[in-house]
């Protein structure tokens, strides 16, 4: 449809600016937000990352890139949450120590909140032992999100998801791993209960589990 042909032009050339009105001008044409948001947004990212990995573009349009982005999610938000706040239990969110990464985890945090949870998000960069803390903190925490966009960060999953494996309340808490790289394969041998491609998925999986 032509307002999300739009989305992707503007977040592939990280036109932060102008963004937000086209965001809203195709929810008001009748444009499903998670189309706006999977052809528009996450496509166009896509297709950054492709003309990243052909030396076509570099680190800061990258950069710009996700920044539109983030101003499109913040348009969008409202019309992709739904459910009572808090209801299903409290989950924790991180970015792996060591990747940077956070647009595809702030989704994942966003429709876990839309559907339902408590969502503690430490951020990016998030040292194994920041997990373990919060989960002490938090011993009525569900489930525990890990995402890892960088083939290597890997190492530092399997990490975190070992510790996670390692605590005494491990059967009151479920481990939900996700990000490009990862796999349904990759979440088994490291030991996670769950895996999901996306965040619509994430949320799904997240329902399920409680
Ligand atoms: C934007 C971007 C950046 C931005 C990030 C800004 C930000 N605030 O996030 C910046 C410029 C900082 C960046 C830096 C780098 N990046 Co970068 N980046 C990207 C890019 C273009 C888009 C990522 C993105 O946001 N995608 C959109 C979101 C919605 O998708 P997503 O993250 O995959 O998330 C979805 C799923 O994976 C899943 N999911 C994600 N997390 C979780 C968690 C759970 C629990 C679950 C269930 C699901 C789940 O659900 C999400 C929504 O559906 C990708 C290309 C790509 N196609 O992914 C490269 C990419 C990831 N980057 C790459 C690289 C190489 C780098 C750098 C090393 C570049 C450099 N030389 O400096 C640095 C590393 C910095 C660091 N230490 O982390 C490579 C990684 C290659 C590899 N195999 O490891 C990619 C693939 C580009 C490429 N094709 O080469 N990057």
Same mark, same amino acid.
């Given at each position: 449809?032509?307002?999300?042909?739009?989305?992707?032009?503007?977040?592939?050339?990280?036109?932060?600016?102008?963004?937000?009105?086209?965001?809203?001008?195709?929810?008001?044409?009748?444009?499903?937000?998670?189309?706006?948001?999977?052809?528009?947004?996450?496509?166009?990212?896509?297709?950054?990352?492709?003309?990243?990995?052909?030396?076509? $573009?570099?680190?800061?349009?990258?950069?710009?890139?996700?920044?539109?982005?983030?101003? =499109? %999610? *913040? @348009?969008? !938000?409202?019309?992709?949450?739904?459910?009572?706040?808090?209801?299903?239990?409290?989950?924790?969110?991180?970015?792996?120590?060591?990747?940077?990464?956070?647009?595809?985890?702030?989704? $994942?945090?966003?429709?876990?909140?839309?559907?339902?949870?408590?969502?503690?998000?430490? =951020? %990016? *960069? @998030?040292? !194994?032992?920041?997990?373990?803390?919060?989960?002490?903190?938090?011993?009525?925490?569900?489930?525990?999100?890990?995402?890892?966009?960088?083939?290597?960060?890997?190492?530092?999953?399997?990490?975190?998801?070992?510790?996670?494996?390692?605590?005494?309340?491990?059967?009151?808490?479920? %481990?939900?791993?996700?990000?490009?790289?990862?796999?349904?394969?990759?979440?088994?041998?490291?030991?996670?209960?769950?895996?999901?491609?996306?965040?619509?998925?994430?949320?799904?999986?997240?329902?399920?589990?409680?």
């Amino acid at each position: 449809m032509a307002g999300t042909q739009e989305v992707f032009e503007l977040v592939e050339k990280g036109r932060s600016r102008q963004i937000a009105a086209a965001v809203q001008a195709a929810v008001d044409a009748g444009v499903e937000p998670s189309v706006i948001l999977n052809d528009g947004m996450i496509a166009a990212m896509d297709s950054v990352g492709k003309k990243f990995s052909a030396g076509e $573009v570099f680190v800061p349009e990258m950069l710009v890139a996700a920044k539109a982005m983030k101003k =499109g %999610v *913040d @348009v969008l !938000k409202p019309y992709l949450a739904e459910g009572e706040a808090g209801a299903n239990g409290k989950v924790i969110i991180g970015t792996v120590q060591g990747d940077l990464h956070d647009i595809g985890k702030n989704l $994942v945090a966003m429709m876990l909140e839309s559907s339902g949870f408590e969502v503690i998000d430490l =951020g %990016v *960069d @998030v040292d !194994k032992n920041l997990f373990q803390t919060t989960l002490q903190e938090n011993p009525d925490t569900k489930i525990v999100c890990c995402s890892a966009l960088l083939t290597t960060t890997m190492p530092a999953l399997k990490e975190t998801v070992a510790m996670l494996n390692d605590q005494p309340n491990r059967k009151d808490f479920s %481990v939900m791993i996700g990000g490009a790289p990862i796999t349904d394969d990759f979440a088994k041998d490291v030991g996670a209960d769950y895996y999901s491609p996306d965040a619509a998925g994430a949320a799904q999986t997240a329902k399920a589990a409680v």
